[in-house]
């Protein structure tokens, strides 16, 4: 069998290092806050060259916080990638927003942009008829 994402093949490398961490974490009982998770937000803001970095608990929170930062309108519509965790799409519903799953690329497993294409031009014709909608039904009031 082929598994889906080896993690303790990944960890292999680095295992030692992690070991440690972890049990300075414990040892110190510095989990929330505190100097390790300031580490951590000070060297990946470095990494991933941005400001400001806010470390949270999980995956799930991180896409929950930044879908509710946005302050996006309810029944507003969020792009996910098919194959995604379900996290994605929760993340989505749990700030009342709709789900457009777009299909994935074959050889390479990231967002086919052929299909997002397709699924843009799909929102664009429904926002079309919407406003037109919605510039009718003004017009009926107006002229009444
Ligand atoms: C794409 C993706 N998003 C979100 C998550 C959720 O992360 P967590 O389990 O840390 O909440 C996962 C977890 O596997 C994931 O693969």
Redesign the pocket.
Known sequence: MIKFADLSKQIFEIKNEIDTAINKVIKDSNFIKGEYVKIFEDNFSKYINVKNCVGVA??????EIAIESLNINEGKEIIVPAN??I??SEAVTRSKLKVVFVDIDKDTYVIDIKDLKKKLIEIQRQLLQYISMDTHVTWMKLTR
């Not at 999980?58 to 896409?63: E, F, K, P």
């Open positions: 999980n995956g799930t929170d991180a896409l995604s965790f996290s994605s």
